[in-house]
């Protein structure tokens, strides 16, 4: 973008934009940083609530742009501060969490395994051991994880296992791929 | 590079070190007024050390946004088309702000033009750093930009481990969210019963007790009004709503010490920020105040009916008494209580008198100091005081002297132990004060304790003076007898035995022995007194050197306290236990049996009623 348009691009105002990558945005500006050329905006419509979405655009993908309307500062600059205890917090609880659920994702199998696993894990307590599905800790379901994979545990266990594998898998058909 | 890591609590904007934990710092604020002073190099960005690039009020707000990304789930786009998802841990501020992710992967690979379908090409999340140069947009949902500082924000962090006021944020009612109709996922389970109300509309035609009414008859007399206020809509109606609202963050906002609240309403605890998660939401509080100590009474009472166990029946020292009096104080009272009843054996029976009696009674000193003192100075006079504290049990039950033996009772507080029966009489009555007069420790100083005296025996009821200590239970009885206590806590069987008025069964028959019965095979003539039956529900033996026998009759089956001679009372103890022998402690049975002193059979029995002892007699 161009140096120019100052005024265009001051805070507050509220443009729609559209990048060369295709998206198309419409929202108001929270600040706009030269040397950097980052343009961060403030997404849908000014809820009163403290949640925006925000998007931090580099400028140089801008296409083209429509000024719209000025409107006031989104963000009143003698109130803002920063919780630094609260953001490592909230960092190490995100990680926290992203790493619970990075342990659902099974590495190097297909999405179909992904789908069964899933499935599974709504009911049954199960994690993965490199590609093989371990219910409960003893009904192991290796690839392709048919009934007739479903290996190990109590009779009782094992039959569970392949009556929720069998539905699951039908259900999955029914609903057709992806 | 320097990188802007917020993690590391650096000296953060203008170079400004200092930073607790839970300050707030504004550095916004800070970094604008700086910027208005002096174009000074060295100011700048966030990591405070580096010096020489000018910032400006655009930077400082980018900075800004920046940081409250940190922690965030982000989604970076780059140049190639891909899209990396991942949380936001740092930035580059001093430089051209390339994005530090962590735990973050390729979500699109711009790079391969069609999406496979399956997952071969996922891998673990990683951190990721997105160059500069790559950077084309990066996108941010649900941020916070924390213009206002809210309190409970601090609150909420964990998504795995959520209580219950984070999950109910009562004090974030004003925040609306985005509200989108429920459709049934993909992986839902489906039921295919509940299918068909999704399609219909809601008709608000229908009536449902129109049709009851046409179908059966039924008549409905439901009035709303019965169970809530009537709400008067009118001119007034915002006016009121605007005052409601007033008055409800006024409370919301009010500084509290309890801890609950406190985090309820977003405050942090002012005093230790130590407390782990037991203290905090588990652990027992023991505060001395009074405030609002009651739920620990039912625990506090049984816990005394256990610890009575063991003790004799012995006249239970005044500072036992007041000590569980005090059990509105918490566990403290009723710790020292416990201790009370340890140490003191001889004089444990008129500790558990004393303990049922203020069990029931539901009374306790607000203040712990008072009643620790006094459990001093009554132990320390322990056995000596039987007879003064039988007798002191006989007027107990003069709810209405309360006052007076609170009065008395706080004067002892800081005597010595010298004090005569009167400090006895005070430590015991004193239990027997209303609770509901005292105050946070505010003891009513009356004069003398002859009022109280006075009073005492106006109050008995059918129990006969002779009745001695044994009867804990008759103490409380009267007590009971003389008090409505509403707040008395059931639970406790002393609370049971001793309410003759209010928890009792009126329709109960009245239990007769029936010395033809089977099963009871006296070892000696079958004498009425011999409610041993008692001993059925209590453990015989822990008897002590307590001579008085008192079969305290606790519903819940607590050990009585049965203090006699073994010689006596072994064997007629294994006969008792046939129902047969339950012997209603009521009516003339007690006039012959107790006798006040070292007769070992003394069983008091005195108002115990059947349905009291629910192992014995009756068959529930």
Known sequence: MEGGNGEELAVGCVLSLRTT???????????????????????????????????????????????????????????????????????????RQAEIEAERIGVGVTSEAQSIFDALSKTLPVHWDKTVIVVMNEVRVSSPYLPENVIGGTPAANDRVKKVLDFERKRLQVRGPG | MQRMNLQQGRPFANGYSSRRVDTVVGTRTESKTQVRKSASPNFVSTNGTRVG????????????????LVGHHVEVH??????????????????????????????????????????DSIKKPQPMVIPARELVQVLAKDVSLSDEFTPGQSCEKRKDLMIDSVISHSHHLETERELAPWMPGEDDPECPELENIFDGTFDRKWDQFETNE??????????????????????????????????????????????HLAEERGFSYHDDFNLDEES????????????????NENSDMEAYGSGIIAGSLGLATSGSCSDSLSKK?????????????ASSTSSSVVEEACLYTLADKGLGLSSVDVSSELKSDCIARSSSLEDEIRLDDNQIKDQGGKSERMAIQDSQTSDDVNTSIKSEEVSISAPLYDPSSSGQGNIITESSDSPVRGKLPAASESVDPPI???SSTSSSEYAHAESNRPFLSPSTSCGSLSSEKSTLNPNAKEFKLNPNAKSFTPSSSVR?????????????????????????????????????????????????????????????????????????????????????????????
């Open chain 2, 78 to 119: 780059v140049k190639n088309g891909s899209i990396i998802s991942g949380i936001f841990h740092a930035t580059n501020a001093d430089g051209d702000f390339e994005i530090v992710l962590k735990m973050a992967q390729v979500i699109k690979d711009g790079s391969v033009r069609e999406r496979k379908s399956d997952h």
């Open chain 2, 468 to 470: 001695r200590q044994g």
């Open chain 1, 21 to 95: 990558l295709g998206d198309e945005i419409e929202g108001q500006i929270i600040a706009y940083d030269r040397p950097s050329n980052i343009l961060v905006i403030q997404e849908g419509s000014s809820k009163a609530g403290p949640r925006r979405n925000i998007r931090l655009l580099k400028a140089n993908y801008i296409q083209d742009f429509t000024y719209l309307r000025k409107a006031e500062d989104p963000i009143d600059p003698n109130k803002c501060y920063i919780d630094l205890a609260g953001l490592q917090a909230r960092e190490e609880a995100s990680l």
């Open chain 2, 528 to 620: 009425l007194h011999a409610a041993i039956p008692d001993g059925s529900f209590y453990q015989a033996s822990n008897v002590n050197a307590v001579q008085h026998m008192h079969g305290l009759p606790m519903g819940v089956g607590v050990g009585p306290s049965f203090s006699h001679q073994p010689v006596f009372y072994n064997p007629q103890a294994a006969q008792i236990q046939s129902p047969q022998a339950y012997i209603n402690p009521n009516g003339p049975v007690y006039g012959q049996q107790m006798i006040v002193g070292q007769h070992p059979q003394f069983y008091y029995v005195q108002s115990y009623p059947p349905q009291e002892m629910p192992h014995k007699g009756r068959k529930f």
């Open chain 2, 214 to 259: 046409a179908l059966f008859g039924v008549k409905s007399t439901f009035n709303e009004e019965l169970y809530t206020t009537k709400l008067e809509r009118g001119p007034q109606m915002r006016d009121l709503e605007k005052i409601a609202l007033k008055i409800a963050r006024e409370i919301e906002g009010e500084e509290t010490q309890d801890l």
């Open chain 2, 280 to 295: 905090r939401y588990s652990a027992v509080r023991r505060e001395v105040n009074g405030s609002g100590l009651r739920e």
């Open chain 2, 53 to 68: 690039r000018p910032t400006s009020p655009s930077r400082d707000r980018l900075i800004y946004v920046l940081t409250c």
């Open chain 2, 329 to 341: 104080n918490g566990n403290e009272a009723q710790a020292s209580c416990n201790e009370t009843q």
